[in-house]
């Protein structure tokens, strides 16, 4: 797999709002996060972010107590399990 920076939550937080796929050391090789930006039928922001926990599958996401102090929140540069 390809690293281009390990970080903080707060680091993540400014890699997804930048539009990025991150990930957590321990994940399995098709998990990640990321922000969905999207606009309403009447211009409202309707932002989220979402877990992604099996292929073709996303969910909203609320990280947990251990994920906002961990140190250990990673790029997505490529496809973990198939190498695209």
Known sequence: MSKESIGG???ALY???EGHKLYRRFWKNWQYVKLHN???SEEVN???YYF???P???IPWTPS???LRAQ???IVLKCRNCGK
Do not use: I
Request: glycine share 4%; with cysteine; hydrophobic share 25%.
């Open 9 to 11: 939550f707060s680091w």
């Open 15 to 17: 890699e997804m709002d």
């Open 38 to 40: 999207s606009m309403d």
């Open 46 to 48: 309707c932002s989220y």
């Open 52 to 54: 992604s926990p099996e």
């Open 56 to 58: 073709g599958l996303t």
């Open 65 to 67: 107590q251990e994920d």
């Open 72 to 74: 250990d929140w990673e």
